[in-house]
């Protein structure tokens, strides 16, 4: 194994159904583990839920069941969905578990125990749907934005912890630490946020007001505030067959947590306790909904991700996502554009690629790969040979972004098309004299398509494993580098063609 690597995303709230959003993330960090793995990295991929907090028990409430009960149910929703999509976490997240409960006490104690825990009285304004306290200096033209909801007048004692004691240290981690923050311009948000002096951030929430959560060890009849457990996450499942695994190489959140909860409160609760920073943060940005942003207040503008999974395939809503967003900037979701990618690039491009050349060998060599070592091969055969893609891959992939590992692939997949176009061998198969001519394209095409086996596989796992089916070779997933170019394929017997994207039958959309 060429070293390790540790990835999470976010954990999800199960306050209510997944969203695109939610899936985007986790198919983009699953498509990252398994590009780890492809370079033979021993790989830990956390994800999962986020399962405490007064959401949940207000959505429970309403409901009229059990908090536990309403987010088992909810939990096992987005574990479905993201099993659906072929997103292969190591260790699904729940923060429900006992393990998970005991070390967010046993942080909460220590840093009970240094001192870095004080206890206060508080008055003032609270956001209900934000969980938290405002300051005057949130308000917009003297009213609360609607990101806060209702917001009332309470007091309350409750537990603090102080920022500000790290901040400097923060800021110069991050000063010193340029590559810490993906992408750059979101590092800038952050160090503006950290110009100014930072509270005490409230961990905890009185029981009688909040039940469900995580009792604090050192005050029973408060609860951690959900922020200060679900963070913790990333600690309490960091194991691999009870070997702690630190630091995260990476980790995925979207642009709306990153100040201030994973680029403040999250490196200040490391620092105190004397833990190692995660390497990097990955900060992806919104998708929108033809136009509008999806929001969970915003019914109309959710966008469910399982229709699309099942009327078009995991695959197809993977491919659409990691290809249309570029990493970092929003992106806007639609069922044209949807159909559009399906349409062309997946069915057209890839799929009519593999199925063209599985029947010309059937028809013309009985399915047999022929071999074309030491025949002369012309300047159009060199496109195909080249292994200029997987270096364009790899480097793209190393600069997060997946958008342009995809284009490159079908560029590919364009060239191997045009490659048919332009020597046409359903023509030179009507000439006995153009029979060693046609061996090499043929040769040249089936390595065409193992190789696109290999490098469509962290993105479209589905697929690859039924080109290769198709192409009758044993199931990935291969290592990257088997997308080399090699006459590897010389004498194997391939299977018959089978339609991998269907055409879309005009039917209502699957969003409607
Ligand atoms: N539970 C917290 C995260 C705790 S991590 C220790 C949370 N949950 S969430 O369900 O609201 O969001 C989960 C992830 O989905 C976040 O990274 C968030 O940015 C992402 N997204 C939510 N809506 C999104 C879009 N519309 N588009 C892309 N990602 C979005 O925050």
Known sequence: ????????????????????????????????????????????????????????????????????????????????????????????????????KTIVREWLQKLHDRGEIIFKEHAGFYSVRQEQFLTEKER???????????????????????????????????????????????????LGALAEPLGDLCISRPKLRLAWGIPLPFNEDYVTYVWFDALVNYYSFASV??????????????????????????????????????????????????????????????????????????????????REMVLGQDADFSDERFETRY????????????????????????????????????EADAALRSDAVVDEYKRAVEQFAPHLALQAVWEFVARANEYIEQTAPFKLAKDPAQSKRLDVILGLLAETLRRLSVLVQAALPFTAEKIRAQLQLPPGPARLDEALFGNSLRGHVVGKPGVIFPPIEKQPSAGT
């Open 343 to 378: 349409t062309g690039d997946l069915g057209k491009k890839l799929g009519n690629l593999v199925q063209r050349t599985l029947s010309m060998i059937n028809s013309y060599r009985a399915g047999v790969v022929p071999n074309y070592d030491g025949f002369h091969l012309a």
């Open 1 to 100: 194994m060429a070293g390790s690597y540790f990835l999470t995303t976010a954990i999800d709230y199960v306050n209510s159904a997944p969203h695109l959003g939610h899936a985007y993330e986790k198919v983009l960090a699953d498509f990252f583990a398994r590009h780890q793995q492809s370079i033979e990295r021993d790989v830990l991929f956390l994800t999962g839920v986020d399962e405490h907090g007064q959401k949940v028990q207000q959505s429970a409430q309403r409901e009229g069941i059990e908090p536990g009960i309403f987010a088992a149910r909810m939990s096992a929703q987005f574990q479905k969905l993201y099993d659906n999509l072929g997103v292969k976490p190591s260790c699904f997240v729940r923060t429900t578990d006992a393990h998970h």
């Open 241 to 322: 067959k009870g070997t702690l695994r630190w630091p995260p190489d990476m980790q995925t959140i979207g642009k709306d947590i990153l100040v201030p909860q994973h680029g403040i409160y999250w490196p200040i609760m490391l620092l105190a306790l004397g833990i190692e920073l995660p390497k990097r943060l990955l900060v992806h940005g919104f998708w929108t909904n033809s136009g509008a942003k999806i929001s969970k207040s915003n019914a109309k503008s959710l966008v469910d991700p399982a229709p699309y999974v099942e009327k078009f395939g995991p695959d197809a809503l993977r491919y659409f996502v990691l």
């Open 140 to 190: 917009v033209d003297g009213q609360w934005p609607e990101i806060f909801g209702e917001v009332i007048e309470t007091k309350e004692s409750n537990y603090y912890f102080p920022l500000e004691p790290y901040r400097e240290r923060l800021v110069k981690y991050i000063q010193e630490n340029p590559e810490w923050i993906v992408p750059a311009f979101r590092r800038n948000e952050l």
